[in-house]
């Protein structure tokens, strides 16, 4: 989230709920599924995340 999105959340008292869209287009999540897919999608992405090298993992 950039400095001016931050500031209007602090500003205008944000209540801490952001919709997963809004989240998609702030760059605060990068993904959004439906549920029924949540538990697939996220082994999905453990899967190709275990694939790559220790030390690229350490870096990041």
């Known amino acids: ?3 001016g999105k931050a500031m209007e959340m ?3 008292g944000s209540s801490g709920m952001v919709a997963a869209d809004e989240a998609l287009q ?3 999540v990068n993904h959004v599924v439906p549920q029924e897919q949540l ?7 453990a899967g190709r ?3 790559n ?8």
């Open 1 to 3: 989230v950039g400095k």
């Open 10 to 12: 602090i500003f205008l």
């Open 26 to 28: 702030w760059g605060l």
């Open 39 to 45: 538990l697939t999608t996220c082994m999905e992405l």
């Open 49 to 51: 995340i275990a694939k």
């Open 53 to 60: 090298s220790p030390t690229a993992l350490a870096a990041a």
